[in-house]
């Protein structure tokens, strides 16, 4: 039978007629046979099956061997000796699958027999070497599955860990490129292969699962361009006990050991393994591994890694099976990549075809992959706002979905933030302050810069003045307003805490301000609005023609039109009378225009300056002897209001604080006699002449700054007429309102008895809202009319409109002087919200009145508000300045800002609606956006030396960590397949940059 069966394999017979044939041979094995037969039966069978050229020759001699040896199993008890398995285990066979496959069957025959276990020890001594020997992947699938079966063949003790590390490196090195399999066999025979060692790591100790993932982490950080991992590794990942993520992570991101390359390369084969079929836990270990590294950071690699591998994990959301494991990695890495927009640009084309797929896509998955995809894109146009040609046809295309709150959206954008993640470097102090929950970005006090700090903070808040500054076109004759908007583009863009405004110091300084000494907030104010407006109206000159420029001055010199002074130059008005040539009243009336609504007298466009502060007022001067006026119409960009020095009763005889005359000293405090004593007790005992809570409410103050004054005595005014010095009566007339009214009350004024500077600590009451009297000469009153839904009252001259303005900033000075003590800012966004309030109320009675009931407690903003302290930024509210005096003696509000409230209600926004700088304003600039992203790559760099410099600090003596990549095969010290080998891989507060409180 032995010889027809031999002889048989190489007949030309029909394949019908050899299968009839071997069924035949493999029945005649139940009959008696002879033992030499029956040897060389199987031996000829196992020729077969392991040197068979077709699948036919090796099935028939599979089923011809197990037939035989199932129908003689003491004589094949005596067949499979010892030295037979060590030749289909060790011996180079055609065929090795199949030859694993028949020791699997033998196993199953001879299972119960007395030589079953020595075989198994034999097996378990060979699996390592034959593993590393056969990294065919059928092949390890057929010894993995003899394994799963009978698992006394794996091997026990130290070798263990040794086979599962060896396993791993197996299958990093196979690929379905690379071998003859279809997929789905590929598929098979690792998910196969990865069962065994789940079936190990669930029986062994800690020690052993480290080993291996030690292994898995050194196979895919290996640097070699002749070798890839296979993303079978993936397969592994869910049998990984998840418990191990914390200790795994914690140790490898803090190794120094770990190159960056290394550890790059590493994440990136592990968002690969998301394409794996059935992938399970891979995400959480890659955001885990992302949120490790931002803990310790290292954002140079995230960086890399989200660069380089975005694009890939979006477009993985077409494939249903690995959806929503690709969607949890690709919101972490984009929403916490929050210092460049770039990261999310790269994904911008590829959203269109996503979402379309999507939609077609009628599954609950799909829908709830484009409802987490649609949250997303919200939350990052939100986050890099400025790009409407890229997020127009986005917001197109997803306008139908749930858009998310802006609470939501910071909630999320705060909770993946690189730098919000808690470091684990035990003992680290950074010198980089987080930024503030509020998101405001600070500024750096550069050496007693507060009174600039402080200026700067508040006119940001004015939301249109800082749009404005952003869309300014380039041009070189403005340095300031070019550094001023890259101050701006830097604190509504910076992942800093806070800004260090060098640039802008060094030409917004006026020239008299010595550096490094505290100066006057209000003066510098004055300054940097005068200089705004004077670089652009020059720029503007040097753009018109010289003809018309020359035709213009011809004409502004004529007597009928009237040349105010530099306007913006604004000083401190007093009782003093400043001699200047001032038209007559009559040539005034002469213009035939309503002085509300005036333009500046040049032929130029408005500046930006004249625009935003920019308001007109006229001063007429009457002698009290002729009767005969004169008047002359100036621009202003600040009110500065002066304290009455007596009681209500001396109120219209008594002089103002910061003008010539005496002033109560118990009002004051003098800088020379500050020190040593309570001012706190010194501002408590003023006087004032209103209110219940012992100060003087602003409406009284804008009332005693516009009501006629007589001018007698020395200060007596030369009439023209009369040529000579007469007593007179000046009288003061906003004829044109500003869009940001700027107050300034005069504190701080100079004793020429005492020789000192003095302080008033008089307590002012702030009012949510402000009615400013402006006039209109002409007398059709539709002319007067700002607004159609306010009333205007007639007055002698024309008719007066209260404008309602709305408080949105203020600047408080802490100290006893101007020339020392510290500025700080309260401010708010100054957009009205949409609340309805009574315009048509009486505007006839006099600023300063009660007004109908609520009005000045009525509020037309957000009450939103923040404390910006230099580098310093918290949430505030209106209350904690309004009574800032009562709490802290020396610190008084000195600059207020107000803006004016637009009774179009289109201008306005919902109560609740969050206020976005980078999404109110338009997109930055090319050079201002890149310099901003390029501070926040320097930044994240910065602060990564920081922690690599301490890291390394600290290990220098540190006990060397058992290492993950330089692992050591107790059975073999060679590299891994594939050329792995050692090069990588192991185990293991306040910005003090500027002070906060300067004197």
């Not at 505030?876 to 209600?905: C, H």
């Amino acid at each position: 039978m032995d010889k027809i069966f031999c002889g048989f394999r190489t007949s030309k017979h029909p394949e019908a007629v050899k299968r009839e044939l071997i069924r035949r041979i493999a029945d005649t094995g139940s009959k008696p046979q002879h033992e030499d037969t029956i040897n060389n039966m199987l031996q000829e069978a196992v020729l077969w099956v392991t040197d068979g050229s077709s699948e036919f020759e090796e099935n028939s001699g599979m089923h011809v061997y197990t037939s035989w040896a199932k129908s003689n199993r003491a004589t094949f008890e005596n067949f499979f000796t010892k030295d037979f398995l060590l030749h289909l285990l060790c011996d180079r066979l055609q065929n090795s699958s199949k030859a694993i496959t028949l020791v699997h069957d033998s196993m199953h025959i001879l299972q119960g027999t007395s030589s079953f276990l020595s075989l198994c020890h034999i097996i378990e001594v060979k699996a390592i070497s034959f593993v590393r020997e056969h990294p065919n992947i059928l092949t390890l699938k057929a010894f993995c599955q003899l394994m799963l079966e009978f698992r006394e063949c794996i091997p026990k003790g130290a070798f263990t860990s040794t086979f599962c590390t060896t396993l791993v490196q197996v299958m990093s090195a196979a690929s379905s490129e690379n071998s003859q399999e279809n997929p789905d066999q590929f598929v098979l025979a690792v998910s196969v292969i990865a069962q065994l060692l789940n079936h190990i790591w669930q029986n062994a100790s800690t020690e052993t699962i480290l080993q291996s993932l030690k292994m898995i982490f050194r196979v895919i950080s290996v640097i070699d361009e002749d070798f890839e991992p296979s993303i079978s590794l993936g397969a592994l990942v869910k049998y990984i006990p998840l418990k191990f993520i914390t200790t795994v992570i914690k140790n490898v991101v803090a190794d120094g050991g770990v190159q960056d390359t290394n550890m790059t390369a590493a994440l990136i084969r592990m968002i690969d393994w998301l394409r794996w079929p059935s992938s399970q836990n891979v995400d959480q270990w890659v955001v885990a591994f992302l949120r490790g590294l931002a803990t310790v950071h290292k954002y140079t690699i995230l960086v890399n890694v989200t660069e380089s591998k975005v694009d890939q994990v979006f477009d993985m959301l077409q494939y249903p099976g690995i959806r929503d494991p690709a969607m949890k990695v690709l919101e972490h890495m984009l929403l916490s990549f929050q210092h460049s927009p770039v990261a999310f640009h790269q994904i911008v084309d590829q959203v269109p075809s996503i979402v379309k797929l999507l939609r077609c896509e009628n599954s609950y998955g799909a829908q709830e992959c484009l409802a987490k995809l649609g949250e997303l894109l919200h939350c990052l146009m939100f986050l890099h706002a400025g790009f409407p040609d890229l997020y127009d046809p986005i917001l197109e295309l997803i306008k139908d979905l749930a858009k998310p709150s802006a609470g939501l959206i910071k909630l999320r954008l705060a909770e993946n933030k690189w730098t919000a993640q808690k470091t684990e470097i035990t003992g680290y102090v950074s010198k980089f302050q987080p930024k503030s929950e509020t998101g405001k970005t600070g500024l750096i006090n550069l050496g007693n810069t507060c009174y600039m700090n402080s200026i700067l903070q508040a006119l940001y808040m004015c939301d249109s003045f800082r749009r404005d500054v952003l869309d300014f076109a380039p041009n070189a004759q403005c340095r300031l307003i070019l550094k001023l908007q890259q101050t701006f583009a830097f604190l509504s863009h910076s992942q800093r805490a806070a800004y260090a405004p060098g640039p802008l110091l060094k030409v917004a300084r006026p020239p008299w301000f010595s550096s490094g000494h505290q100066h006057d907030c209000s003066e510098f104010l004055r300054y940097l609005l005068d200089q705004l407006h004077e670089q652009e109206l020059a720029a503007m000159k040097r753009r018109q023609e010289g003809d018309d420029f020359n035709q213009e001055q011809m004409e502004m010199s004529s007597p009928e039109h009237v040349s105010p002074p530099n306007i913006y130059k604004s000083r401190l008005r007093s009782a003093q009378i400043v001699n200047t040539d001032v038209p007559t009243k009559e040539a005034v009336s002469a213009e035939k225009t309503p002085i509300l609504g005036i333009r500046c007298l040049n032929t130029f466009d408005p500046t930006l300056v004249e625009r935003t502060f920019g308001g007109k007022m006229i001063t007429t001067f009457k002698c009290l002897k002729c009767n005969n006026e004169s008047s002359r119409i100036e621009s202003f960009t600040d009110i500065p209001l002066a304290f009455p020095d007596g009681s209500k009763e001396n109120i219209t005889s008594s002089s103002l604080i910061g003008g010539k005359s005496m002033v109560q000293t118990s009002d004051v405090v003098d800088q020379d006699s500050a020190d040593g004593h309570n001012v706190e007790a010194d501002a408590g005992t003023t006087k004032s002449p209103e209110g219940s809570d012992g100060g003087i409410r602003l409406n009284d103050l804008v009332h005693y700054y516009l009501e006629p004054e007589k001018l007698e005595g020395d200060n007596q005014y030369k009439c023209d007429k009369c040529n000579s010095l007469q007593d007179a009566e000046r009288c003061l007339k906003i004829t044109q309102a500003p869009n940001y009214l700027i107050v300034t009350l005069l504190r701080f004024s100079y004793n020429i008895k005492t020789q000192s500077r003095s302080k008033l600590f008089t307590e002012v009451s702030y009012p949510k809202s402000l009615q400013l009297p402006v006039h209109c000469c002409s007398t059709d009153p539709d002319l007067a009319l700002a607004s159609p839904r306010c009333k205007v009252s007639k007055s002698d001259d024309g008719y007066c409109q209260n404008m309602l303005y709305g408080l949105c900033g203020v600047v408080v000075h802490s100290g006893t002087s101007s020339e020392c003590g510290h500025y700080y800012s309260y401010a708010r966004h100054s957009l009205p919200v949409q609340q309805k309030h009574n315009c048509d109320m009486e505007t006839d009675s006099l600023p300063g009145s009660q007004g109908p009931p609520g009005g000045e407690d009525t509020d037309y903003l957000q009450d939103k508000w923040y404390l910006f302290n230099d580098s310093h930024v918290i949430y505030s509210s209106y209350s904690s300045f309004s009574n800032v005096t009562k709490r802290f003696g020396r610190d008084t509000a000195y600059v207020l800002l107000y803006r004016k409230i637009d009774a179009d209600p289109s201008t306005r926004i919902d109560l609740n609606e969050s206020i976005h700088p980078a999404v109110l304003d338009s997109p930055l600039r090319t050079d201002l956006r890149d310099q901003v992203a390029k501070d926040n790559a320097r930044y994240l760099q910065e602060q990564e030396l920081e922690a690599r410099t301490l890291a390394a600090r600290r290990t220098v003596n540190a006990k060397p960590l058992s290492s993950w990549y330089k692992y050591e095969d107790s059975d073999d010290q060679g590299g891994s397949p594939g050329g792995c080998g050692p090069g990588g891989g192991g185990f293991g507060g306040m910005d003090t940059s500027g002070s906060r409180f300067v004197y």
